[in-house]
């Protein structure tokens, strides 16, 4: 009989290979699914921060309209503040992103900002001089608002194409090793199956 060791080695090797091949591409996809999870967890917290921002815009609007009890309307401004800034530092610590960071880094220095020009609302606002606190929340604290909205708008993008880029850079990777662990396999096994084919008969 023909002397099948050799052959039968590289067939070994080339099983190994697949198997190895196989793993590795279920890692790739295990990867690539935590962070499209990553990604809409990321996006879902930035929209409830959008939503938050809404509310803060809504509360100071109450500070001044009439028949509206201010003691209410700076709790619910408080609370919704509370959402906000907890959801960016959240996101400050857990960003993988330096484009994003700058960003929440930006959003969080205003909230101090609003902070500063809500204080003042309150103040004209507990001294009876509503056309005063008017202008601060119409004006001063409507512009700081943009600010951070745009900064939330600016991370969200920021985090979006990064984890888009990331999911690219690795679905690469699985294709590459999967033509790779194919092509290698192949070459394998044809030279298995020629050597079974040469191999010299045993007395």
């Not at 009439?66 to 709790?75: E, I």
């Not at 900002?113 to 004209?124: E, G, M, P, T, V």
């Not at 606190?133 to 943009?146: G, K, N, R």
């Amino acid at each position: 009989m023909p002397n099948k060791r050799p052959a039968l080695v590289l067939l070994v090797v080339a099983c190994l290979v697949v198997g190895g091949t196989l793993f590795q591409t279920y890692r790739f996809d295990q990867q690539i699914e935590r962070d499209r999870a990553l990604e809409d967890t990321t996006t879902q917290q930035l929209h409830a921060t959008d939503l938050a921002l809404a509310d803060v815009q809504q509360a100071q609007a109450g500070y001044v309209a009439a028949g509206q009890g201010a003691a209410f309307w700076m709790n619910r401004f408080d609370e919704a503040m509370s959402r906000v800034e907890g959801t960016l530092r959240e996101r400050q610590q857990t960003t993988e992103s330096s484009g994003a960071l700058t960003h929440y880094d930006g959003a969080i220095e205003q909230l101090e900002a609003l902070r500063i020009s809500d204080r003042r609302a309150r103040n004209y606002v507990s001294n009876g001089q509503l056309i005063m606190a008017s202008d601060v929340v119409y004006v001063e604290s409507l512009e700081i608002l943009t600010r951070i909205r745009g900064n939330v708008s600016a991370a969200r993008d920021t985090e979006v194409f990064a984890s888009r880029q990331l999911m690219t850079q690795t679905t690469q990777f699985r294709q590459a090793l999967a033509v790779g662990g194919l092509v290698f396999t192949f070459l394998v096994a044809v030279a298995a199956f020629r050597k079974i084919g040469a191999a010299p008969v045993d007395d």
